[in-house]
C-alpha cells in the first residue's frame, strides 16, 4: 500500500510560507503525487501534481525528491483565504484505488 | 461549465430505508470515485469505476452499491442504511485515475 503520513496541523502568520511534508511509503515508480485543498463543507480541490524534482503553478510549488519518498507542498505567501485541510494522495498497486492522507490543518492567523 | 453534480445535497432517513445519491459528471470522465469523510478519518474511498462497465471496491465498501452504466452518472445506492453510514459524501471525476480529480459539493446523509 502507498500509505502517506503528514503532520496534524500547522500555524503560520499572513505573508509567510508554508512548507507540508508527506511521506509516502512504498510509492509505486509510475505513481504521481497529487495535492489537494479542502474548506469546511467543500469537495477537495486539485492544488498541484508532480512526478519528479520541482512543479509549480500559481498556487504552489510541489518537491519531490530523487527517491520519491516524500514529497514538500509549499505555499508562498500564505493568506487568511489559505487556512483549510491539505491532503497529500498515494496510490495502492491498484491503479484505480486511492488513499488519502489524514490531511494538515493549516490554520493561518493575521 | 465543466462540473460534478451530486444530488440530494442534505438526506436524513431512518435505518433500512433504501436510498440512492446520484451523481454526474459532464467533462466526459473515464474514472469516477465516491468517498465519505468522517471527523478525524479524512476521506475514504468507497468504490471506483475506471471505465462504464467496470467498479472495484476502494477502502470502505461495505454496505454500498454502485453501478456504472453510462459513463456520466456514478450512482451510490444504500439498500439497508444504518446509522454508520452516517457521514458527508463526495463523489469526483477524472481523466482516469491519475490525474486531477474534480469532487460534487458533497451529500450529507444522516441515518437515525
Known amino acids: 500500500l502507498a500509505k502517506t503520513t503528514q503532520p496534524i496541523s500547522m500555524d503560520s502568520y499572513e505573508g509567510q510560507e508554508v512548507n507540508i511534508t508527506c511521506s509516502h511509503n512504498?510509492?509505486?515508480?509510475?505513481?504521481?503525487i497529487t495535492w489537494y485543498q479542502q474548506f469546511p463543507s467543500q469537495g477537495p480541490r486539485f492544488i498541484i501534481q508532480?512526478?519528479?524534482t520541482k512543479v509549480t503553478n500559481e498556487v504552489a510549488s510541489l518537491f519531490i525528491p530523487a527517491d520519491r519518498k516524500s514529497s514538500t507542498l509549499s505555499l508562498p505567501r500564505v493568506s487568511l483565504s489559505d487556512t483549510a485541510v491539505y491532503y497529500c494522495l498515494g496510490r495502492t498497486d491498484s491503479w484505480g484505488k486511492l488513499q488519502f492522507g489524514a490531511g494538515t490543518q493549516v490554520v493561518v492567523t493575521p | 461549465e465543466a462540473q460534478v453534480t451530486q444530488n440530494p445535497r442534505y438526506l436524513i432517513t431512518v435505518t433500512g430505508k433504501k436510498l440512492t445519491v446520484t451523481c454526474s459528471q459532464n467533462m466526459n470522465h473515464e474514472y469516477m470515485s465516491w468517498y465519505r469523510q468522517d471527523p478525524g478519518l479524512g476521506l475514504r474511498q468507497i468504490y471506483y469505476s475506471m471505465n462504464v462497465e467496470v467498479t472495484d471496491k476502494g477502502d470502505v465498501p461495505e454496505g454500498y452499491k454502485v453501478s456504472r452504466k453510462e459513463k456520466r452518472n456514478f450512482p451510490l445506492i444504500l439498500e439497508s442504511p444504518s446509522p454508520n453510514q452516517t457521514s458527508l459524501y463526495f463523489c469526483a471525476s477524472s481523466f482516469d485515475g491519475r490525474y486531477e480529480q474534480y469532487f460534487g459539493p458533497g451529500t450529507r446523509l444522516t441515518v437515525t
Open positions: 512504498n510509492i509505486a515508480t509510475n505513481d504521481y
Open positions: 508532480g512526478y519528479k
